[in-house]
């Protein structure tokens, strides 16, 4: 089984690469398809530093002495490559999905298909999953977390039944979770299950605050003229992406000049987002909500 089908292959290694001797980084290098792809572009001068924090994905790792793999979370980005003695890249590039690997392993406790454990950690050495969180949790930060992480609009109903039934028995599987809610009606039952595993897997792994620091660093070490290529697949990413990459900011009003200008870290290369055609959603539907946005380093 292929560990994962990478979304945007061409499209985007097409906006990432313009420098065969550059210096790239993949911030999630998974199974290495994107990863393949930019190295099959580099000449010998080039040099590709791929991240990831999953155990699983290191079995992937490329034999290129133009390669190297640092086993970290991509938030480490800038602290990493200064160890390595690279203080600016060419450019930057992050497919932020959860891969088919993890998806379609049980025990990971990512899909709704599967009853695992409700575990949903990228770091397997991280102790906070989502079992943890469910069982220990209060009820208004529950709440919190499937409103603002899964857009749920009955985020307070679901915490007061989960805070309900842990008290007779603790939740620990995916099966425990889904009996909760019995009573979503089928036709929405996978749509509100799957807003609820995501809020859980972004608290488990802190996604948005990661994001948010690996936005910051890019702005601080891609050199002039270099490219941020980012993949999100949900709202919560692709707005904290777009904001970024116009302003700079993740909240507020950037500072204007008198004229009405500011000053960016990027320019974003096109407005209209990228996202896969029809082939590409037949051949791979997990691609179906991916979203590139390209910018460049002012």
Known sequence: MEYHKPVL????????????????????????GHSKEILSRLDERGKLIAFDQDEDAWDNAIQDDRFE??????????????????????????????SSHQFD??????????????????????????????????????????????????????AREIVSERKLNPIRTIGQLKQIFHYI?????????AQLFQSL?????????????????????????????????????????????????FEGEPERDIYGNWEAPFKVVQSKVIIPDGNEIEENPRARSAKMRVAIKN
């Open 201 to 249: 897997r972004i608290e488990v792994n802190d996604e948005m605050a990661a994001l948010r620091e690996l936005l910051i660093q890019c702005g601080e070490i891609i050199e002039p003229g270099g490219k941020l290529v980012m993949i999100s697949y949900h709202s919560l990413e692709d707005r904290l992406v777009k904001r970024y990459m116009k302003t700079g900011l």
């Open 185 to 193: 009606p089928k036709n929405k039952e996978n749509k509100i299950l």
């Open 105 to 158: 392993t049980a025990e990971r406790g990512f899909s709704i298909r599967f009853d695992g454990d409700l575990d949903m950690r990228m770091n397997q050495n991280q102790k906070l999953t989502a079992a943890k969180i469910l069982n220990s949790y209060e009820e208004e930060k529950l709440a919190d977390v499937f409103f603002y992480y899964g857009e749920l609009k009955s985020a307070r109903r679901m």
């Open 9 to 32: 292959l061409m499209e985007s290694i097409d906006a990432l690469v313009e420098s065969s001797s550059g210096v790239y980084v993949d911030c999630t290098f998974g199974g290495g």
């Open 69 to 98: 793999l640092v086993k970290q979370n991509f938030r480490f980005l800038k602290n990493n490559l200064r160890y390595l003695g690279i203080k600016k890249v060419s450019g930057v590039l992050a497919d932020l999905g959860v």
